[in-house]
Nanobody, 125 residues
Framework: QVQLVESGGGLVQAGGSLRLSCAAS????????IGWFRQAPGKEREFVAA????????DYADSVKGRFTISRDNRENTGYLEMSSLKPEDTAVYYC??????????????????WGQGTQVTVSS
């Protein structure tokens, strides 16, 4: 079992930056893909970014491509989402999750095995 704890959310002005962290427990962290999702009020949870075991392969939603960077440090059992050029429409609760089975499921909420509790990101205009 893996427990995930997100941190780093907060209030930022448009154009600003934030770095989210996802700290994981468990010795098998490096065998999981990491995904970041977000959910705005009244909307469904949506895919933001994903990274494979080694950190070499990544994928992003079109809405964040070029602005967000996903990374991981397997020695520290931590995943990261660096967000820059933030926009008011990026406002949401951000969740990290881990997926063990298949990279092809990386964009699907129901494919992930474990989830964090979420961290709020608010971007003011």
């Amino acid at each position: 079992q893996v427990q995930l704890v997100e941190s780093g959310g907060g209030l930022v002005q448009a154009g600003g930056s934030l770095r989210l962290s996802c700290a994981a427990s468990g010795r098998t962290f490096s065998s999981y893909f990491i995904g970041w999702f977000r959910q705005a009020p009244g909307k469904e949870r949506e895919f933001v970014a994903a990274i494979n075991w080694s950190g070499v392969t990544t994928d992003y939603a079109d809405s964040v491509k070029g602005r967000f960077t996903i990374s991981r440090d397997n020695r520290e059992n931590t995943g990261y989402l660096e967000m820059s050029s933030l926009k008011p429409e990026d406002t949401a609760v951000y969740y990290c999750a881990v997926l063990r089975s298949n990279w092809y499921g990386r964009k699907e909420v129901n494919k992930y095995d474990y989830w964090g509790q979420g961290t709020q990101v608010t971007v003011s205009s």
